[in-house]
């Protein structure tokens, strides 16, 4: 049995993160300069590396920017390890250790893996937003998360 984990990046993971986020998408990676986004979200502890057995196979960006709800800003697997259901339980994981009721992300209309992985993992569609990217709109998941003492 696969033991999925998540722990809080540091700084000496960068290189690490970085090249998962390069291998995904070069030209995205030095246009939208996700190397200092990476850099920052590290520094401000909300970078964690998910890891299957003790091994790093990707990262995932969370934080409370989006109207002060848990937010998934980016997730990241590396290749050989996607449909393997490490997506779906890197978000369970994601969603117990948010202070808040609710759980939010997004993603391009185009990134079937994406949705399938936010479904699966009992998000549910929240709305789409035109005009980000031409011609693919950005879907919004959220999920509601059971027994938080706080009420958002
Ligand atoms: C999106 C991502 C994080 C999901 O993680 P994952 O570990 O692959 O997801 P899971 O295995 O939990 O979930 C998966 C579903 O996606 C399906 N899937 C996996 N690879 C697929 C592919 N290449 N095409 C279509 N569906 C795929 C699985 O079969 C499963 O569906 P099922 O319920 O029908 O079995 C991961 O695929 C990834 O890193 N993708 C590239 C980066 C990315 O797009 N990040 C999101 C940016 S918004």
Not at 35 to 60: H, M, P, S, W, Y
């Amino acid at each position: 049995m696969e033991n999925i984990s998540l722990r809080k990046a540091t700084i000496k993971d960068k290189a690490l993160v970085v090249d998962f986020d390069y291998s995904l998408d070069k030209v995205e990676h030095i246009e939208l300069k996700r190397e200092e986004k990476i850099t920052k979200a590290i520094l401000d502890k909300e970078c964690f590396i998910i890891l299957v057995n003790n091994r790093a196979v990707g990262f995932v960006i969370f934080d409370y920017r989006f109207f002060d709800q848990g937010w998934i800003e980016l997730i990241i697997i590396e290749e050989k390890y996607r449909g393997k259901g490490i997506g779906g339980q890197a978000f369970d994981l994601i969603c117990k250790q948010c202070k808040t009721n609710k759980v939010f992300t997004s993603t391009n209309s185009s990134n079937i893996q994406m949705q399938k992985a936010l479904s699966k993992a009992g998000f549910s569609f929240a709305g789409k937003i035109n005009g980000l990217d031409d011609g693919d709109p950005e879907l919004f998941y959220y999920k509601k998360i059971k027994s938080k003492k706080a009420k958002n």
